[in-house]
Each structure stands twice: as structure tokens, then as C-alpha cells.
């Protein structure tokens, strides 16, 4: 649940009201992923790299449209296995991704159109990633995170995968943020979003990331 507003500067503003404890308490669980934590030059890692991603993106946009709609369904065992999707589930988490607000969907495509877009990229999406998928086990994290880095920059191909991934996991963890803040201080906070840049060619765009993003 969220009000809009429009800044003259910043343009569509989210404003999420306060989240109940079941539905927060879903996003650092949902962060935990097993990103590789050593760079395997062979085809193989970078898949699963890339179904990694698809998976985190799905689950982040499946949980964006809880809360925007500030409620969970009753059974979402099928959120939490980390392997590829496949059938049936794949079948529930694309739905309830489908399910997510323009506005809503709208910050997560400025993040990821920012993250493409900018120098820092690596630095940014890799440390995020890693750390919120270990954050109990700082050794890990920082294996993952040059890992991912790695990938980043040897892998122009993955980026766009690795970004959606970053764009949709970081935007739940800020409404999250947001929902704290007005349930703090009785004012709305906005969702924080990065600046939305101009979209990427779309040949270059994995369908699985059209699809989620509604960019078609």
C-alpha cells in the first residue's frame, strides 16, 4: 500500500505505508542467495550466474507486489529454494511478479537502467549482492563480491542479468526503508531510487528480464 506524489526534480515519488513485521521479515530471507565465490573461466558458472539472477529478480518483484498491496499470500514455500525455475513454481513466482504496480515496477527499472549506466557499476552491485546473500559470514561476502565483480567486467552479456537482479533486491529493501520511516515518525518517506536513464537496446536485453520488467 503507497501514496504517489511528483517532484518537480526527481519526478513519480513512492510513498509506502507502514509494512507489517511478516511481510519486512521476508526481504533479508529473500537476499540470501549462493553467489559463487570463485571466478570459474569455464561456460558453466556464468549460467548459473545468470539463473541466479533470473531467480532474484523474480523473487524481489514477487515480494515488491505484497507490498504493495500490504499483504502476503498464505503459502509462499515455493519463494525460498534456491534452484533454477522451473514448471509450477516458475509458473507462480512470474505471476505474482505480474503482479507488481507500474509505479512500483517503475523503481526498479530506474535502479537498473541506472546501474547500466553508470561507472561505478561494479562496485556497487557486487558488494550489495554479496553482502545481503552473507551477511553473517564476512569472508564469503568478500569472495562473492570479487567474484561478481569479475563477472561484471569480463562478462559484458551478463550485466543486464546481474543489474535486475541488484535493481530488484535493492528496491524492496528501500520500501522497506521507507514503510520504517513513516511508521517512525507519522510522515511519508519516499522509496530512494536511483536517477532513471534512457533503457538499453533490447537486442541485448534476455527475454526473462523483458518479461519482468515489462519492457515490451
Given amino acids: 500500500m503507497f501514496t504517489l506524489g511528483d517532484d518537480s526534480l526527481l519526478g513519480r515519488r513512492v510513498f509506502p505505508y507502514p509494512v507489517a513485521p511478516e511481510l519486512t521479515g521476508l526481504v533479508p530471507r529473500v537476499h540470501r542467495v549462493d553467489w559463487p565465490v570463485w571466478l570459474d573461466p569455464g561456460p558453466r558458472m556464468l549460467r548459473d550466474v545468470l539463473e541466479l539472477c533470473r531467480l532474484q529478480t523474480a523473487r524481489g518483484l514477487a515480494v515488491l507486489s505484497w507490498l504493495s498491496a500490504g499483504q502476503i499470500p498464505g503459502d509462499v514455500a515455493w519463494l525460498w529454494p534456491r534452484h533454477r ?49 552473507y551477511p553473517d559470514d564476512g569472508y564469503t561476502a ?18 543486464p542479468a546481474l543489474g535486475a537482479a541488484w535493481a530488484a533486491s535493492r528496491t524492496i529493501a528501500d520500501w522497506c526503508k521507507a514503510a520504517e520511516l ?13 536517477p532513471r536513464r534512457a533503457l538499453p537496446p533490447l537486442a541485448g536485453v534476455r527475454p526473462w528480464i523483458a518479461r519482468l520488467l515489462r519492457l515490451v
Fill in 182 to 194: 513513516c511508521a517512525a515518525y507519522g510522515r511519508e518517506a519516499p522509496v530512494f531510487t536511483y
Fill in 142 to 159: 568478500a569472495q562473492a563480491t570479487v567474484t561478481l565483480m569479475r563477472i561484471w567486467e569480463r562478462h559484458a552479456e551478463a550485466r
Fill in 85 to 133: 525455475l522451473t514448471g509450477p513454481r516458475q509458473h507462480l513466482m512470474y505471476t505474482a511478479a505480474a503482479g507488481v504496480p507500474d509505479a512500483a515496477l517503475g523503481l526498479v527499472v530506474s535502479n537498473w537502467t541506472w546501474v547500466l549506466d553508470t561507472r561505478f557499476a561494479g562496485q556497487v552491485m557486487a558488494p550489495y549482492l554479496a553482502g545481503t546473500a
